[in-house]
Structure formats: structure tokens, C-alpha cells
């Protein structure tokens, strides 16, 4: 079976940084898409980040574009997001999520696979 276990949230003054943890467990994924989406309150789920879970090329939505920075422990089959000069409008709760092999989408239909959240707070 298997699970997506998403860590590092927390509350962050803006300007801030936060890592946040994707760690899969049932099998390990290559040629994946990874993705990290988020959703804040009375928001639709938005696309945050996407790439390969082995590496490779990585699309960022625009609002996180030269902020948020994609890397990966794969002797420990997690993915991370790097979270930089964080906005108060950054708050959302995270989540990673797994889509077959194929190209690197920004829709969460094309995931199968989700982690239950991670909380981020950004105070201003």
C-alpha cells in the first residue's frame, strides 16, 4: 500500500523559510511526476511545484517561481520543498502527491496518489 507522509509544516514570520517533506513508503517511484499542491481556506486546491521523482526539469506555478525550490533524498525516498521569503498568502495546507509516468502536470486530477497535509502559517 502506498502512503505519502507530508512533514515540516508550522508558523513562519514572513520573510521566513520552511522544508517541507514528502516521504513515500509501499514502493519507490522513478519516472513519477511528484507534485506539491496547497489550499487555503475557502480556496480551491492550487499547483505549487511538479517534477520527476528522479530529477530532472521542475515547473513552478508563477506565484512561488524563484521562492520555492524542488530537491530530493532518494536513499530515503523523499521529496522536499524548500520554502523561501515566504507571503502570509503562502499559508495553506501543503500537500505532496503522486502521478504515473508521463508529463509534468499542474492538474490535481492527474495525481493518484495524495499525502494528508501539511499546515503552513505565514504571519505578517
Known amino acids: 500500500q502506498v502512503q505519502l507522509v507530508e512533514s515540516g509544516g508550522g508558523l513562519v514570520q514572513a520573510g521566513g523559510s520552511l522544508r517541507l517533506s514528502c516521504t513515500a513508503s509501499?514502493?519507490?517511484?522513478?519516472?513519477?511526476?511528484i507534485g506539491w499542491f496547497r489550499q487555503a481556506p475557502g480556496k480551491e486546491r492550487e499547483f505549487v511545484a511538479a517534477s520527476r521523482w528522479s530529477g530532472g526539469s521542475t515547473n513552478y506555478a508563477d506565484s512561488v517561481k524563484g521562492r520555492f525550490t524542488m530537491s530530493r533524498d532518494n536513499a530515503k525516498n523523499t521529496q522536499h520543498l524548500q520554502m523561501n521569503s515566504l507571503k502570509p498568502e503562502d499559508t495553506a495546507v501543503y500537500y505532496c502527491?503522486?502521478?504515473?509516468?508521463?508529463?509534468?502536470?499542474?492538474?490535481?486530477?492527474?495525481?493518484?496518489?495524495w499525502g494528508q497535509g501539511t499546515q503552513v502559517t505565514v504571519s505578517s
Open positions: 509501499g514502493r519507490t517511484f522513478s519516472l513519477h511526476v
Open positions: 502527491a503522486v502521478a504515473p509516468p508521463g508529463s509534468i502536470g499542474s492538474r490535481s486530477y492527474e495525481y493518484g496518489y
